[in-house]
């Protein structure tokens, strides 16, 4: 009884510990990817359309962008472990990190931001295209 008590005890031990390297491997590929600084910058330019619509002073964008990313940080980033365990091995997770590592892997981390920036005015251009076409198809329904 003691021997299945103590097996049962570093099965434990060994879950937890294999939790925690998912988890490690999880933060390191948010980190590699720039998963939170591509948010930051879709807020950005959500906040920026706001401005340009409600009287609000550039340090209520400021504290807004703070909420924003703390409340993010808080409720959707403890959710990636869970999900990618979902899609995701922890073998996936370390071949997509040491990709990361990689310099191309590096070339693709610095460039996400840039040419996300770089497509803004495109996605601003498309955006009243793509409604107009959803407003056709509502109107024939």
Same mark, same amino acid.
């Given at each position: 009884?003691?021997?299945?008590? @103590?097996? $049962?005890?570093? =099965?434990?031990? #060994?879950?937890?510990?294999?939790?925690?390297?998912?988890?490690?491997? &999880?933060?390191?590929?948010?980190?590699?990817?720039?998963?939170?600084e =591509? &948010?930051?910058?879709?807020?950005?330019?959500? @906040? =920026?359309?706001?401005? #340009?619509?409600?009287?609000?002073?550039?340090?209520?964008?400021?504290?807004?962008?703070? &909420?924003?990313?703390?409340?993010?940080?808080? @409720? &959707?980033?403890?959710?990636?472990?869970?999900?990618?365990?979902?899609?995701? =091995?922890?073998?996936?997770?370390?071949?997509?990190? #040491? @990709?990361?590592?990689?310099?191309? $892997?590096k070339?693709?981390?610095e460039?996400?931001?840039?040419?996300?920036?770089?497509?803004?005015?495109?996605?601003?251009?498309?955006?009243?295209?793509?409604?107009?076409?959803?407003?056709?198809?509502?109107? $024939?329904?």
């Amino acid at each position: 009884m003691l021997l299945l008590l @103590f097996a $049962g005890t570093l =099965t434990g031990f #060994a879950q937890a510990a294999a939790d925690d390297e998912y988890a490690a491997e &999880v933060k390191k590929y948010i980190a590699a990817s720039k998963v939170e600084e =591509t &948010v930051a910058q879709q807020m950005d330019a959500q @906040f =920026t359309a706001l401005k #340009a619509q409600a009287p609000i002073t550039d340090a209520q964008i400021e504290e807004m962008k703070k &909420v924003a990313i703390e409340s993010y940080r808080e @409720f &959707v980033l403890p959710k990636y472990v869970e999900v990618c365990r979902k899609h995701l =091995t922890l073998d996936d997770l370390k071949a997509v990190n #040491a @990709f990361y590592a990689s310099p191309a $892997g590096k070339k693709l981390s610095e460039s996400i931001i840039p040419i996300s920036t770089d497509l803004m005015p495109t996605l601003t251009e498309w955006q009243p295209k793509l409604q107009e076409a959803l407003m056709k198809i509502m109107q $024939g329904i």
